[in-house]
């Protein structure tokens, strides 16, 4: 058996009943905060897929077994720790060893045990960025400074990141947003996304690893109405990675949004720190 070629793979058939309990596992763990849910999904998801493949009825090269078992990896390191922001040493540790771990055990089990090369980080892409890859990242200043204040002041979502009042807790706060975000390219993009495109077409791949990117944030502290940020942000990130094939390009239109986050979280918190730097003021 071979592979399908790219325009072969499906839209919607029926390996998406397991991808979809799967990916659906993360709205359990990370929304509803419920483990054992998630624990169930990822059980049935991957116990349906096995079948499916041992039934012949969507056996591929590769496994969809095998990819979803990935994804689900990375999801239960991730939940073994609360997603609250914070900012003291154990935070900061836990961060870096779940957030981590998250993305290197399953390159490792994809590399070394299922003797493949499903994960990959294609730091350079197609080469040069062009213009419009250019305007784009101006864009997403511009559109970060014009939306992201009005979201996190007034929803109040603001008070989900720990009080920032010292150069020590600001320059914590930079670093931790910073990290995290280059976290998201790496397992949304690079793993979850990556992995699903193997088996289904671009379109459903991405609002599948979508649903695992945005119930990751809605933990972390995008809540309210966040998710009319979030979900559009998760889907045109993995657009931009398919066009520009490129994670230095993704990790930099992300490390600009989050640098407009930082600011106004710095501004929330300290009223007239940052002067009039954005057009909502601080409460």
């Known amino acids: ?55 012949d009825v969507a056996a591929s090269i590769p496994s969809l077994t095998r990819d979803l078992s990935l994804i689900a990896i990375g999801m239960l390191i991730v939940s073994v720790i609360p997603l609250k922001a914070e900012l003291d040493d154990a935070a900061m540790i836990r961060f870096t060893l779940a957030l981590g771990g998250a ?42 400074w014009l939306i992201l204040p009005f979201y996190f002041i007034t929803s109040g979502v603001y008070e989900n ?10 320059a914590r706060l930079f670093v931790g947003v910073g990290a995290v975000g280059i976290w998201d390219e790496l397992f949304f993009i690079c793993t979850c996304f990556a992995l699903l495109r193997r088996h289904f077409a671009d379109a459903t791949a991405n609002v599948l690893q979508a649903i695992v990117f945005v119930s990751f944030l809605w ?3 995008y809540r309210a109405w966040g ?41 929330a918190h300290n009223p007239g720190l940052l002067g009039a730097v954005f057009l909502v003021p601080a409460p």
């Open 1 to 55: 058996m071979v592979r399908a070629d790219a325009g072969a793979r499906p839209l919607v058939d029926v390996r998406l009943v397991p991808a979809l309990l799967v990916c659906l596992a993360a709205p359990a763990f990370f929304v509803l905060l419920t483990p054992w849910l998630g624990w169930i999904l990822l059980a049935i998801g991957l116990g349906i897929a096995a079948l499916l493949e041992r039934k």
């Open 219 to 221: 933990e972390l502290g």
């Open 227 to 267: 998710p009319l940020l979030t979900i559009p942000f998760a889907l045109l990130q993995a657009v931009i990675f398919l066009r520009t094939r490129s994670l230095a390009y993704v990790v930099t239109v992300h490390l600009l949004f989050d640098a407009v986050v930082f600011g106004v979280l710095v501004h």
């Open 161 to 170: 990141w720990p009080v920032v009042d010292t150069p020590d807790l600001i």
């Open 103 to 144: 993305v290197l055990v399953p390159y490792l089990v994809s590399r070394f045990v299922y003797r493949d090369h499903a994960i990959r980080f294609p730091w350079r892409g197609g080469g040069r960025w062009t213009l419009w890859q250019w305007a784009w990242l101006v864009a997403v200043l511009v559109l970060g």
